[in-house]
């Protein structure tokens, strides 16, 4: 596709104006709209939208209309596909408001069809028709704005033509059987039945993912769970019975982490540097402090893999303790319950390991800081160009980028190295995964930024062994969230619809049919800046526990409505312990206020 704003088109504007291939007021009675949903009635049914949601105004006829808001690269397409008869004459219809607007349909069998307007400042009509060929049976009706402009609407969309019969409901499949079952998730497959064109995957009677393979993967189980699962086909008549049922029970969780308090506080302490919050010694970290993560473990070069650990020299830190005394508060939090961790990375340290050689000597690097201050772990801090995708790796699921696939078996090799008791978690920024629900690295056309959504690989492949997640949900730009609207740092709705991605789940990329699936509660902690000095999006008190209320007990939510409710979410995290204690404890306060 052309994603140059297409002003050269307007000197042929007079072929598609909206009105110009009027609809004939003289149907025939067997034609029929066969387009489902058209006035948006039913919300998005029947529609997939890359960046698309329903409103109550403005709309031109009954009470719901779509809205759509184009990005950078994403034109905000919403599409739906409808079964016709071959050789046979189509009329597509339907208003928009807005600049740059598109109604079209593809897949004809012959020549593709739009319409669209530069200006529609109140409802416009699009009109446009098409002849499908002579083996078409199927073909995709869509709507997009353009590139980078404002939001449209779009309302009452119809396709006038000859009906099609749809039939009998498939077959109800049969084969059902399970794959590989962790303690997190259960792989399901079946036989494929003749004349499905789409699968409903039930998890316990509710229906909780739809595919169009013979294979699904549920996710966001918990462990040591038993649960029932069924299938049924899908075709354009509707949904069969369901299969018979096969039942699955998640092991037990690994280790890493497991005796973390049911509510934990994370925290990063500046051990190598002191910046203007001044240095901490380990000892008077106060005891709320949970997970205790040292700043920062730094590559030697951006590719080398070699891992050090250099503490604040006393020219920087006065009050920087000896080695000695550092080593024993570290285990003197360790008796005390608490988790230390050397965290990899941060804003100056990027970390690339492109080659083989380069994760081997990252693990072995880290390992020698682990074993030297006694650590029970380890966390991830990979920002700026450490992770980025490579144009053919779009299947999070199956990576291919070297970056990301040394990285995933460097953290392998670690966890396997030091057992279930090995505490792995990481710090990504939101563009990084929650961006991913619009974009995922290059992009279906290339041009995007390829290090969007990149973390969603590594989170993917050791989810079962990951400890805790704590996005950074500060120093970000606006995300989409799932309501398909933009949130904004600065409150507590921005930390409620960034978490409620975690816990939910999300298609990457607009894609239904890849889903990351959700997180356990448990593995999820909230990261939030100690102060206005710490970082940008920082809120008050107030803030915080509106936040919690919400996610923990769906109360106190303001505007956005979660996708459930979850008192297992595991706690806070913030950056950092030093800038907390410069602002007077704050957030530690906050938080031991909310959970006591």
Known sequence: MDRFRPLALLTAAALTLPGVTALSSAARAADADLARNGGFEAGLDGWTCTAGTTVDSPVRSGSHALQATPAGSDNARCAQTVTVKPDSQYTLSGYVRGSYVYLGASGTGTADVSAWTQSAPSWQQLTTTFRTGPSTTRVTLYTHGWYGTGAYNADDISLI?????????????????????????????????????????????????????????????SPSTAYGFQVAAVNDAGESAKSATVTATTPARPGGGTDLPAHALVGYLHASFANGSGYTRMAD??????????????????????????????????????????KAAIKAKQAAGKKVLISIGGQNGQVQLTTTAARDTFVTSVSRIIDEYGLDGLDIDFEGHSLSLNADDTDFKNPKTPVIVNL???LKTLKAKYGDDFVLTMAPETFFVQLGYQYYGTGQWGGQDPRAGAYLPVIHALRDDLTLLHVQDYNSGPIMGLDNQYHSMGGADFHIAMTDMLLTGFPVAGNASNVFPPLRPDQVAIGMPASTNAGNGHVPPAEVTKTLDCLTKRTNCGSYATHGTWPALRGLMTWSINWDRYSNWEFQRTFDGYFG
Do not use: H, M
């Not at 409901?169 to 039945?193: M, R």
């Not at 106060?286 to 590719?303: H, K, N, Q, R």
């Open 161 to 221: 033509g000859p009906g099609v019969d749809a039939g009998q409901p498939p077959a109800a499949p049969t084969g059902l059987k399970t794959g590989a079952v962790t303690s997190s998730s259960v792989a399901l497959s079946w036989s494929a039945v003749p004349g499905a064109t789409g699968y409903a995957v039930y998890r316990d009677g509710a229906k909780v993912q739809t595919v169009t393979g013979t294979s699904a993967t549920i996710g966001g189980l």
């Open 285 to 326: 970290v106060p005891d709320s402090w949970d997970v205790i993560d040292l700043a920062f473990g730094e590559p030697t070069s951006v590719t080398s893999g070699d891992i050090r650990f250099d503490r604040c020299p006393v020219t920087e830190c006065p009050n920087v303790e000896s080695d000695t005394d550092f």
């Open 408 to 410: 995933i078996s460097a």
